[in-house]
C-alpha cells in the first residue's frame, strides 16, 4: 500500500509503480535541498548471481570464473527473463527517475555482473562450507570487487572537484 501526502493512494499501485513514485520524490527532494553545485551519487543495486533458483529454492552461486556476455544477457536481461533481472529493472526505475536532475547514477551493476566468481559461498577454506553455512550470493570478497567500487567513486569524486576547479581557475581570468 502506498501513501501520498498522508492519504492512501486509490486504487492500489503495482509494486513497479509504487517504487518509479518514492524514486521520483526523493529525487525531487534532493534536488531541492542540495545545492546543484554539490556531487550527487546514487550508486546502482549489487547484483546476485544464483542460478538454478532463488537462495531458499536450491539457487546456487558457486562459480570460480567470470561470466562471458552470453551468460550475462542470460541472467540479467529482463527481455530473457534471466532469473537476476532484478537489478536491471531497477536500475532502469533509477535511470528514468534521475532523469534531468543534477544527481548522477553511479552505475555499479555491469562491472559486477561479471564476478560471479567474487562471492564467498566457494571461497569459505573448506570443501563443504557451503554445506556448513550456507550460500552467501548477496555479499562479496575482500580484497575484490568493493575495493574496485571504491576506485570508481574516487575517480568520480577527483574529476568533479578538478571540473570545480577549473570552473573557479576560468572564472578568476
Not at 517504487?19 to 547484483?47: C, F, G
Not at 576506485?151 to 576560468?170: F, G, P, Q, T, W
Request: glycine share 6%; proline share 4%.
Amino acid at each position: 500500500m502506498f501513501h501520498k501526502e498522508g492519504k492512501l493512494i486509490s486504487p492500489t499501485l503495482r509494486i513497479r509503480d509504487g517504487l518509479h513514485i518514492v524514486l521520483q520524490s526523493m529525487a525531487s527532494y534532493i534536488e531541492n535541498t542540495i545545492p546543484r553545485d554539490r556531487l550527487k551519487l546514487w550508486r546502482t543495486q549489487s547484483p546476485r548471481h544464483f542460478y538454478g533458483g532463488e537462495w531458499n529454492q536450491n539457487g546456487s552461486c558457486t562459480f570460480d570464473t567470470l561470466l562471458d556476455d552470453r551468460k550475462l544477457d542470460e541472467w540479467f536481461d529482463p527481455k530473457k527473463g534471466g532469473v537476476n533481472r532484478e537489478a536491471r529493472e531497477l536500475n532502469s526505475i533509477i535511470k528514468y527517475a534521475l532523469h534531468r536532475t543534477s544527481i548522477h547514477q553511479l552505475d555499479l551493476t555491469h562491472l559486477s555482473e561479471l564476478r560471479a566468481d567474487a562471492h564467498p559461498a566457494l571461497w569459505l577454506g573448506r570443501k563443504d562450507a557451503v554445506a556448513i553455512w550456507g550460500q552467501d550470493c548477496m555479499h562479496w570478497c575482500l580484497p575484490g570487487l568493493p575495493d574496485t567500487w571504491v576506485d570508481v567513486l574516487s575517480a568520480v569524486i577527483i574529476e568533479h572537484l578538478n571540473a570545480k576547479r577549473r570552473c573557479l581557475l576560468s572564472s578568476d581570468t
